[in-house]
């Protein structure tokens, strides 16, 4: 059954009454946001167009659970500057081909990433660790993420630096054209290697009334040629972003 926008509306509101709730009856202290948001992805296959989802959010930690807007997962124990962690993805990268202008190629199903994490919050700034492996394609994807901060009057800034290796299943799965797919497609076959791709970005935190707020990010990413060489694809780069109005919880 399709879920229909009211429905996302009253998710975060049903989250936060539930957590408030029990945070009330539990000394497991919650620190974090929940809200809302308008996701925003530019479409990379041919003739597939950008993307606004609009989904709950949510950033915070909750004793050794935590959300990281698209990443969940469990603290298991303490490192270095952080901790261990059981960390999982949520991609929204599946597409259909009549979502597209592309005919005869197969349908390509979301990964499911899951594997091991870390945050560190180091002196000279934070970086954010994984290294999952992708239940859809068998493949893997490690990414690290160097994360500063700085502000302006109330307002918060947070520039990204990072880079991601996605391994040969991972891309095939997305931007492969298999041999028995040539003739209905009119592509040539494709059997892409690893990419690494790099990525900017800028996130950013913006105080409105009491414990509301806007929090919003914007991420340029690089392809690599084995993404972009790829038929299915008619971008050299990929931007995504979100805007969120969030409530802060502590």
């Not at 990443?71 to 990268?93: D, H, Q």
């Not at 081909?97 to 197969?106: A, E, N, R, V, Y």
Request: aromatic residues 14%; charged residues 15%; hydrophobic residues 40%.
């Amino acid at each position: 059954m399709p879920i229909k926008a009211t429905q996302f509306i009253a998710l975060p509101i049903c989250v936060f009454l539930q957590i408030t709730s029990v945070q009330a009856a539990s000394s497991i202290p919650f620190d974090g946001d929940l809200g809302a948001a308008t996701y925003i992805t530019q479409g990379q296959i041919r003739g597939q167009k950008t993307s606004h989802l609009f989904l709950p959010y949510a950033y915070f930690d909750y004793g050794r659970f935590y959300a990281r807007v698209d990443t969940l997962g469990f603290k298991v124990l303490p490192l270095a500057y952080g901790n261990l962690e059981i960390a999982g993805r949520i991609s929204m990268e599946g597409y259909k081909s009549g979502d597209t202008s592309l005919h005869g190629i197969q349908d390509r199903g979301s990964p499911l990433p899951l594997g091991i994490g870390s945050f560190q919050d180091t002196p000279i700034g934070a970086f954010f660790l994984y290294a999952f492996h992708d239940f859809e394609s068998s493949g893997s994807l490690l990414e690290a993420t160097y994360v500063t901060e700085f502000h302006v009057g109330g307002w918060s800034f947070y520039p990204q630096a990072g880079i991601e290796r996605r391994s040969a299943k991972y891309v095939g799965h997305l931007y492969g054209v298999s041999a028995s797919k040539v003739v209905d497609s009119g592509l040539p076959a494709y059997v892409p290697g690893a990419a690494t791709n790099p990525v900017l970005g800028l996130a950013g935190e913006i105080p409105l009334n009491g414990s509301w707020g806007l929090d919003w990010q914007w991420q340029h990413k690089w392809l690599g040629d084995s993404i972009k060489n790829s038929p299915l694809v008619s971008a050299h780069a990929q931007n995504t972003g979100y805007v969120a109005l969030a409530y802060h919880i502590h």
